[in-house]
């Protein structure tokens, strides 16, 4: 027996803009689908390749715009039987996320596509805040950095500190062995 392709008519999603986060727009759409019950629990979605033909959106973006659904728990997913609303949401929608704030002035006035594309590319490029537990930022209050670069330099101050710098390549003479 062929599989047949099951094509969901979801018509949040026809409002997607292709050109511009479409990852983006297409995570925001499903909540909002699953949220205003367009897409009930335990309902089945097309398969990536399916809604990214439909949708005209590179498979990539789907997969990885259902993988993070499926870690904020609209999605559950099973290898061979294909990707569910959560049928956990039956009893209580997961509350969607804030909008972004309102547009700027830049958004609204309608510029030149050079312009738009590279306040697009700045936007990107900007960093985000620091978060907790992320790389190379550390809890601010617990580290006490002072403390602990007066105690590194009292220790390398002393002759009680492993050596450091460029010392014979052989090894230190007190560990050769004769």
Same mark, same amino acid.
């Given at each position: 027996?062929?599989?047949?392709?099951?094509?969901?008519?979801?018509?949040?999603?026809?409002?997607?803009?292709?050109?511009?986060?479409?990852g983006?727009?297409?995570?925001?759409?499903?909540?909002?689908?699953? @949220?205003s019950?367009? !897409?009930?629990p335990?309902?089945?979605?097309?398969?990536?390749?399916?809604?990214?033909?439909?949708?005209?959106? @590179?498979r990539?973006?789907?997969?990885?715009?259902?993988?993070?659904?499926?870690?904020?728990?609209?999605? #559950?997913?099973?290898?061979?039987?294909?990707?569910?609303?959560?049928?956990?949401?039956?009893d209580?929608?997961?509350? !969607?996320?804030?909008?972004? @704030?309102?547009?700027?002035?830049?958004?609204?006035?309608?510029?030149?596509?050079?312009?738009?594309?590279?306040?697009?590319?700045?936007?990107?490029?900007?960093?985000?805040?620091?978060?907790?537990?992320?790389?190379?930022?550390?809890?601010?209050?617990?580290?006490?950095?002072?403390?602990?670069?007066? !105690?590194?330099?009292?220790?390398?101050?002393?002759?009680?500190?492993?050596?450091?710098?460029?010392?014979?390549?052989?090894?230190?003479? #007190?560990?050769?062995?004769?």
């Open positions: 027996m062929s599989k047949r392709r099951s094509i969901i008519e979801i018509p949040s999603l026809n409002a997607i803009d292709r050109t511009a986060h479409s983006r727009q297409l995570a925001q759409a499903l909540r909002g689908a699953i @949220a019950g367009e !897409l009930r335990g309902e089945r979605l097309p398969s990536t390749r399916t809604l990214s033909a439909t949708l005209m959106i @590179a990539g973006t789907v997969v990885e715009v259902f993988d993070q659904l499926t870690a904020e728990g609209y999605l #559950e997913a099973r290898v061979g039987a294909g990707t569910r609303v959560a049928a956990a949401l039956r209580t929608p997961p509350a !969607l996320p804030p909008d972004r @704030a309102a547009p700027t002035a830049a958004e609204t006035i309608d510029l030149p596509s050079p312009a738009a594309r590279l306040i697009a590319v700045a936007r990107a490029l900007t960093p985000h805040p620091p978060v907790p537990f992320a790389i190379a930022v550390p809890a601010s209050g617990i580290a006490p950095d002072d403390n602990w670069r007066r !105690l590194g330099n009292r220790v390398r101050a002393s002759k009680q500190a492993a050596p450091s710098g460029y010392h014979d390549p052989m090894g230190l003479p #007190e560990l050769r062995v004769a």
